[in-house]
């Protein structure tokens, strides 16, 4: 074998892809594989939204790698259908304003990065988990078919996925 792998250049950053591969050796071609469809994820580093932003339904998941806060002022709002993925021990702080009004067979998922379900390799042990969302006495939180995974530490003797001290809807 003179070659192992591929790169794909003109993957399509907005969605999933779908591979199929074969053996060739000289003039013995291989059968083709059955399809696999890789993923396509959005990076959000960290850091504060401050202006009005839209994360759109484009096939892709958006990836969540470190704390991310809404400033005060600010709206996020999420499309129906869209899969937030979190890395572990991580969290989203609202200040300001979430919206992730999902429909009925287009649910906004906020899970962990490992959640197997949703392409991950999955959640194992506690270390897995994301920390959760926290509305504070400014943030709001406009939800409807919404659905929230494997969140939540322990601390003060309860496990929070979801705490609010300013509005939810």
């Given at each position: 074998?003179?070659?192992?792998?591929?790169?794909?250049?003109?993957?399509?950053?907005?969605?999933?892809?779908?591979?199929?591969?074969?053996?060739?050796?000289?003039?013995?071609?291989?059968?083709?594989?059955?399809?696999?469809?890789?993923?396509?994820?959005?990076?959000?580093?960290?850091?504060?939204?401050?202006?009005?932003?839209?994360?759109?339904?484009?096939?892709?998941?958006?990836?969540?790698?470190?704390?991310?806060?809404?400033?005060?002022?600010?709206?996020?709002?999420?499309?129906?259908g869209v899969i937030v993925k979190f890395k572990g021990n991580v969290q989203l702080t609202i200040n300001g304003n979430l919206?992730?009004?999902?429909?009925?067979?287009?649910?906004?998922?906020?899970?962990?990065?490992?959640?197997?379900?949703?392409?991950?390799?999955?959640?194992?042990?506690?270390?897995?988990?994301?920390?959760?969302?926290?509305?504070?006495?400014?943030?709001?939180?406009?939800?409807?078919?919404?659905?929230?995974?494997?969140?939540?530490?322990?601390?003060?003797?309860?496990?929070?996925?979801?705490?609010?001290?300013?509005?939810?809807?």
């Amino acid at each position: 074998v003179s070659k192992t792998s591929y790169v794909h250049t003109g993957a399509s950053d907005t969605g999933n892809n779908v591979y199929r591969v074969r053996a060739i050796t000289n003039e013995i071609k291989g059968e083709w594989s059955e399809p696999v469809t890789i993923v396509t994820q959005i990076i959000i580093k960290s850091g504060t939204i401050s202006k009005d932003t839209v994360w759109e339904n484009t096939g892709a998941i958006y990836l969540v790698e470190n704390n991310l806060t809404i400033a005060q002022g600010a709206t996020l709002a999420i499309a129906p259908g869209v899969i937030v993925k979190f890395k572990g021990n991580v969290q989203l702080t609202i200040n300001g304003n979430l919206i992730a009004k999902g429909e009925e067979n287009k649910t906004i998922i906020f899970t962990a990065e490992k959640d197997a379900e949703y392409g991950g390799s999955d959640v194992v042990n506690a270390s897995d988990y994301w920390r959760g969302i926290l509305v504070t006495i400014t943030g709001k939180f406009v939800g409807d078919n919404v659905k929230i995974k494997y969140a939540g530490v322990y601390n003060d003797n309860k496990t929070v996925g979801l705490e609010i001290a300013g509005g939810l809807n």
